[in-house]
């Protein structure tokens, strides 16, 4: 399937605010108008807007971007984007700040003060937050603690009211417009990952699919996606070691025809050797995800046309 984005004309949609820095959006949201296919492709973890307090607050500011960030993902999205005529939404804000792939309450109450921790007993952290990657998150492997302070639950509130609600707010009205238009809406949440380690001898994936283990995309899509890695040498997985998170679970709906699929991308496949700029293997990668959203595009528009959204 070959979309023509060129015939159609092109927007550009800024909303939320970053706490912190004034006149700086939260997300992005970009695209041909009308829809010139039934795709959405989300950014959430590459946002770079850091806010000086943020950075102020942060024990190692380079090692926790370099490691909590989707790095330059949205590059990825952008191009891939512009060659398909997929929509793209980007969020801005950083990672560090807020995790967009996690529930409002995914909140790890200990990085709070006495003070702003709700009542004994009254929430429970999931096992992410415990983990140290809820909500705001509070360490990472390799680096430690985050933090050098407590957080208050003011800049909580601020962040789901100025960052998260209104990002997923966006991503939920552009897919209720795609599936107006064309009977089906496919959301790509796109991330990387760090390179998973090899176990004796076999191939280590390079990409993982996610659909919440069938839950949250219809199985037909998912393996478009796979048989289109697979045809392309690219070693995959699929659900292990990421299923997919909140994004998924809140949006995909197989059964009212909008499918939610997250893809993770090993950073090696599109980075230099520090995993930190773009390196030789980002051209060849855009051409083979050009190529896979095109099959994933076509694949929902069977699925539209047919009228078969569940499993």
């Not at 024990?59 to 952008?78: C, Q, T, V």
């Not at 795609?178 to 280590?204: C, E, F, K, N, Y």
């Not at 855009?286 to 009228?307: D, F, I, K, P």
């Amino acid at each position: 399937m070959k979309s023509h984005p060129e015939d159609s004309d092109s927007f550009r949609k800024l909303g939320g605010i970053i706490p912190g820095t004034p006149g700086t959006h939260a997300w992005s949201l970009s695209g041909p108008k009308p829809s010139a296919i039934p795709v959405l492709i989300a950014v959430p973890h590459a946002g770079r807007a850091y806010p000086g307090p943020l950075l102020k607050a942060l024990r190692d500011p380079k090692a926790a971007s370099l490691r909590l960030e989707d790095r330059l993902a949205d590059s990825i999205g952008g191009a891939v984007a512009r060659e398909t005529g997929a929509m793209l939404l980007v969020a801005n804000a950083p990672r560090a700040m807020i995790d967009l792939n996690r529930a409002p309450d995914d909140v790890d109450w200990d990085m709070f003060g006495t003070g702003d921790r709700p009542a004994a007993g009254k929430t429970e952290p999931s096992r992410r937050a415990r983990s140290g990657l809820g909500l705001i998150p509070r360490r990472v492997p390799g680096t430690g603690e985050l933090w050098t302070r407590q957080h208050k639950n003011a800049e909580l509130s601020s962040r789901i009211a100025g960052v998260h609600v209104p990002y997923h707010d966006a991503l939920a009205g552009v897919l209720a417009d795609l599936r107006a238009r064309w009977g089906v809406a496919v959301l790509l949440d796109l991330h990387s990952m760090p390179p998973i380690p090899q176990r004796g001898t076999s191939l280590t994936a390079k990409f993982v699919i996610g659909d919440c283990f069938g839950a949250s995309c219809h199985a037909d899509l998912a393996s478009a996606m796979t048989s289109f890695l697979t045809d392309n040498d690219c070693e995959c997985a699929y659900n292990r070691p990421y299923a997919g998170g909140y994004t998924l679970e809140r949006h995909g709906n197989p059964a009212r025809s909008m499918h939610a699929v997250q893809l993770e991308i090993d950073r090696s496949v599109y980075l230099d050797a520090g995993l930190s700029r773009l390196g030789d293997g980002y051209p060849r990668l855009v051409r083979m995800l050009c190529g896979m959203v095109r099959a994933m595009a076509a694949e929902a528009m069977t699925l539209g046309a047919s009228g078969d959204s569940a499993h």
